[in-house]
Structures are given as C-alpha cells and as structure tokens.
C-alpha cells in the first residue's frame, strides 16, 4: 500500500490556474497508475487523469483535455496536475489514487474509480466566475 497527500488546491477566479501535487509514500515502487480524481457536492466522483507510471501514457477526461496536465516524478514519488484556464464546473474537492501491483501494468491508467485502491484525502479547489 502507499499513502498519498495531496496539497495545491485553493481558491481562484475563471481563467486562472493551480497546480496540485500527490505526495505518495510506502510501497511506490510498486505504483503502477496514479490518477486525479474529483467530487463536486452532490455529484459521483469522477476520473479527471490518469497516468502511468511504468511507461508514461495519459488519460484525460473530456472536460479536462486540453486545459489539465497530468505529470508524475519518479525520483519525488510525486503526482501533479497543471490546471490552466479554470471554470467554476472545475470547482469539486480533488483527490489523488493509485494503483499497486506486483505486476507491470502496459495499458491504459483511466479514470475508473475500481482501478486504484489507495486513495488521499484530497484537496478543494474553487473557482469563482
């Protein structure tokens, strides 16, 4: 297992940016994903990007193709979201997730919650309009 600590989030006016950070620890050589997640009150939880950390391919939602970028760094066991141009419907508390495996993961790291297993507390970001 690997605990995980977001940090990053806060509030901002429509159009700017943040960036948030996922902090793992414990057994991360054995992360084979890492995702960003989000919940907005009275809204399910939904996958916003994902990333894996084997071999460095993306997910990204719809609503965040184009503006989100997901990064990890290997040597900091640290997960980012570079979240440009902001909307108000980005307002949701963000969490970090990840994967562990003793098996090499090739595919696809997505935004379905059953894939990752350990999870963060997570981090609120507003955006006002």
């Known amino acids: 297992q690997v605990q995980l600590v977001e940090s990053g989030g806060g509030s901002v006016q429509a159009g700017g940016s943040l960036r948030l950070s996922c902090a793992a620890s414990?057994?991360?050589?054995?992360?084979?994903?890492m995702g960003w997640f989000r919940q907005a009150p009275g809204n399910e939880r939904e996958g916003v990007a994902g990333?894996?950390?084997?071999?460095?391919?993306?997910y990204y939602s719809d609503s965040a193709k184009g503006r989100f970028t997901i990064s990890y760094d290997n040597a900091k066991n640290t997960l980012y979201l570079q979240m440009n141009n902001l909307k108000a419907e980005d307002t949701a508390m963000y969490y970090c997730?990840?994967?562990?495996?003793?098996?090499?993961?090739?595919?696809?790291?997505?935004?379905?919650?059953?894939?990752?297993?350990?999870w963060g507390q997570g981090t609120q970001v507003t955006v006002s309009s």
């Open positions: 414990g057994a991360t050589y054995m992360v084979r994903c």
């Open positions: 997730a990840a994967r562990v495996s003793a098996f090499r993961w090739r595919g696809s790291c997505g935004g379905r919650e059953d894939d990752y297993g350990d």
């Open positions: 990333f894996n950390t084997g071999y460095g391919n993306t």
